[in-house]
């Protein structure tokens, strides 16, 4: 069966650092991948998403995903955040293209400071 | 576009009392439904979900229980509520016109607090 881990289950940062989230996953076959983000009182929604071609992936609102096959990683990237990115974070893997079924990560909660 | 309402919003239930969430989509036909759980530093766990009417595959054996009458209906029940019952409940669909990506469409969410 897939699972999906997030190693961070909290990050604090400050507005302008900079913010890696990791994903990595365990299936051995073709996957689709996804990020989505819940921003406090409001519902999850699709941050961006990798199902071919271009490994580096990239989302709305400046984030960005690199899928790196070989690691069974999908890390969430942002150059420089803003005090409106803090919410929760769920990466996902789709290897069941059949069913359409998602498996979720743990989630991680970010905080930006201002 | 789509919409998913689900109803009620928020709901606070004796232990060993019934359940009903009801979740509705509009915008969309024949879509696949689903019902997850959301429990803090858990993530989203799949709870049931259902490729057509009267067609439910459950995920995890557990207290509760999935029906869907209509097309756009998916409804998640529960008899007698235990205490684990408590969480947030999501609904989300996934449009069969697109292709087999996986990617869902989630509701806003019903909070489940079980005493």
């Known amino acids: 069966a897939q699972s999906v881990s997030q190693h961070n289950h909290h990050v604090i940062l400050s507005e302008a650092a900079s913010l890696e989230l990791g994903c990595n996953y365990s299936?051995?076959?073709?996957?689709?991948l996804f990020w989505y983000v819940q921003y406090p009182g409001q519902h999850l929604q699709l941050l961006l998403k990798?199902?071919?071609?271009?490994?580096l992936v990239k989302g709305i609102k400046g984030f960005e995903a690199e899928f790196i096959k070989s690691k069974f990683s999908f890390n969430l990237r942002k150059p420089s955040v803003q005090w409106s990115d803090t919410a929760e974070y769920f990466c996902?893997?789709?290897?069941?293209?059949?069913?359409?079924?998602?498996?979720f990560g743990g989630g991680t909660r970010v905080l930006v400071k201002p | 576009s789509q919409t998913i309402h689900q109803w009620p919003a928020t709901l606070v239930q004796p232990v060993g009392s019934p359940l009903s969430l009801e979740c509705t989509v509009e915008?969309?036909?024949?879509?696949?439904l689903y019902w997850y759980r959301q429990a803090a530093g858990r993530g989203l766990q799949l709870l049931f979900y259902?490729?057509?009417?009267?067609?439910i595959s459950s995920e995890v054996p557990q207290n509760l229980s999935a029906s869907r009458p209509q097309d756009r209906q998916f409804i998640l029940s529960s008899k007698k509520l235990l205490l684990s019952d408590s969480g947030f409940y999501l609904c989300?669909?996934?449009?069969?016109?697109?292709?087999?990506?996986?990617?869902?469409?989630f509701g806003e969410g019903s909070r489940l607090t079980v005493l």
């Open positions: 259902s490729v057509g009417i009267g067609q």
């Open positions: 299936y051995g076959g073709t996957v689709n």
């Open positions: 915008g969309t036909s024949n879509p696949n």
């Open positions: 996902a893997v789709n290897a069941n293209a059949a069913g359409n079924k998602l498996t």
């Open positions: 990798y199902f071919s071609g271009d490994p």
């Open positions: 989300a669909l996934h449009n069969r016109g697109r292709a087999n990506t996986g990617e869902l469409f």
